[in-house]
């Protein structure tokens, strides 16, 4: 039985490559309420980095 992929789970797996990734990007990738599954994978220990550039925001998991 196949089960479905959490917004956890997708945001890490775009996350996974350890380069940036604008909002945008996951609010298709994820869901438009991304927000949540990044706090979700800090509270468990993944260090998601976030930077403002100008009025958007870009994430990234660096590589360990």
Do not use: C, I
Request: a positive charge.
């Amino acid at each position: 039985m196949k089960t479905k992929k959490t917004k956890l789970d997708l945001l890490l797996e775009v996350l996974s490559d350890g380069e940036w990734h604008w909002g945008n990007e996951l609010a298709v990738k994820v869901g438009w309420r991304f927000g949540d599954p990044v706090d979700k994978a800090r509270d468990r220990g993944y260090p998601v980095k976030t930077e403002r550039v100008g009025l958007q925001h870009r994430y990234r998991l660096p590589k360990f």
